[in-house]
């Protein structure tokens, strides 16, 4: 499979702890973006990669929130502190640089429930 | 602030029955992509519109691109029960760094 995978699938915690997400795009995507979905929404954006390049941030990124891609290969994201206002599906996307298009392909999520 | 509304919010018809949901901005887009997330799952992206009228058909749904680039539409012709999901219209923002998501419309096709 050659997709967009993300890690754990599910992932519940107590309030206060701290999680961390993997995601491992695909090969040959440069970019590489972090969204938050909760139920009945759109995805929310939360950060940019271009390579290991952290470009773009969004305001709903707190100060909790940290995202990590090194070497520009596979993406970390970490929520410290976690609140259950945190509860949402973590989404993973990657995309080409072609033509400077943005076509992004999700992963599966995670979905987090903070208890 | 690019938004993206979309509508209507939630769309429940009989399997057979046609309809049409759409995706309007008040903001200019270089293109416009539409998925589709069933539960549980990330979004699959579905079609990209790129040039102001441009149709384009993917087996029972056709997808328009307005003129002004500023809205877009998803007509789904004799829709079936593997239809249901949440369709999804975006953008790229303006510095091209991310996609901008409308909220959505949640189809239910019923046999």
């Known amino acids: 499979d050659t997709g967009v995978s993300q890690d754990p699938r599910h992932k519940i915690t107590k309030r206060g702890q701290n999680v961390t997400f993997r995601c491992d795009p695909i090969?040959?995507?440069?970019?590489l973006y972090w969204y938050r979905q909760t139920l009945g929404q759109g995805p929310e954006f939360l950060t940019y990669?271009?390579?290991?390049?952290?470009?773009?941030k969004s305001r709903l990124l707190s100060d909790r929130f940290s995202a990590e891609r090194p070497k520009g290969s596979f993406s970390t994201l970490e929520i410290q502190r976690t609140e259950q206002g945190d509860s949402a599906m973590y989404l993973c996307?990657?995309?080409?640089?072609?033509?400077?298009?943005?076509?992004?392909?999700f992963g599966q999520g995670t979905r987090l429930t903070v208890v | 602030t690019q938004l993206l509304e979309q509508s209507p919010q939630f769309l429940s018809i009989q399997e057979g029955e046609n309809l049409t949901v759409y995706c309007n901005s008040s903001?200019?887009?270089?293109?416009l992509q539409w998925y589709r997330q069933e539960p549980g799952e990330g979004p699959v992206l579905l079609v990209t519109?790129?040039?102001?009228?441009e149709v384009k058909k993917l087996k029972r749904l056709t997808f328009q691109f307005g003129d002004a680039r500023k809205d877009s539409s998803l007509h789904i012709t004799a829709a079936q029960p593997g239809d249901t999901g949440l369709y999804l219209c975006?953008?790229?923002?303006?510095?091209?760094?991310?996609?901008?998501f409308g909220k959505g419309t949640t189809l239910s096709v019923s046999s």
């Open positions: 996307a990657s995309s080409p640089v072609v033509g400077g298009g943005t076509e992004a392909f």
């Open positions: 519109v790129v040039t102001g009228g």
């Open positions: 990669f271009q390579n290991e390049a952290q470009l773009e």
């Open positions: 975006a953008g790229a923002n303006q510095a091209g760094t991310a996609l901008i």
């Open positions: 903001s200019v887009f270089s293109s």
């Open positions: 090969s040959e995507h440069n970019r």
